[in-house]
C-alpha cells in the first residue's frame, strides 16, 4: 500500500468511521485490530468492537465532527496525524477537543492504533 492509499485510509476513518458511519468498519480495520488509549488497561479489540466505542463516544454528544488538523503522515506501515473535535454535549455545553492518532497498517486495513487524547475543552460564548 502506497503512502497516498494509507492517507486515504486515514481520511476514511476519520471522516466516515468516527463522523458516524460504522458501517465501513470492516472495510478500513483489520479483524485482529487492537486499539490502546492511555490509562485504559483494557484493549480495543477488532472492528465491532470499536465501532462500538465510537457509537457509544458519539451517543454523548448531539452533534460531534473530526476533522484532521496535522496529517496524516504515512510512513513505512505507520500513519500519523493530530485531528480536532467539535460537538455539543447533551447538556448543551459546546466543547472542542484535539488528540493525536498512531497507527499500524497491515493487508490494506488498520491493524493496531494508539491513540492521545486531551480532555475537551468549553468553548466560551460569544
Known amino acids: ?16 468511521l468516527w463522523n458516524g458511519d460504522l458501517s465501513v468498519a470492516d472495510e478500513v480495520i483489520a479483524a ?6 492511555p490509562g485504559e488497561p483494557q484493549k ?22 473530526f476533522t484532521a488538523e496535522v496529517g496524516p503522515i504515512a510512513e513505512d506501515d ?12 447533551q447538556d448543551g455545553t459546546r466543547v472542542t477537543m484535539h488528540g493525536h492518532d498512531l497507527l499500524r497498517v497491515r493487508s490494506g486495513r488498520f491493524a493496531e492504533y ?10 466560551e460564548a460569544a
Open 1 to 16: 500500500m502506497s503512502p497516498e492509499e494509507r492517507k486515504r485510509l486515514y481520511g476514511r476513518r476519520l471522516s466516515e
Open 78 to 89: 505507520t500513519v500519523a496525524a493530530r485531528w480536532k473535535g467539535e460537538g455539543t454535549f
Open 114 to 123: 494508539w491513540a492521545l487524547s486531551e480532555q475537551p475543552t468549553p468553548e
Open 32 to 37: 485482529d485490530f487492537v486499539g490502546h488509549w
Open 44 to 65: 480495543v479489540r477488532g472492528p465491532q468492537a470499536l465501532a462500538e466505542l465510537i457509537g457509544e463516544t458519539r451517543g454523548y454528544f448531539t452533534d460531534l465532527a
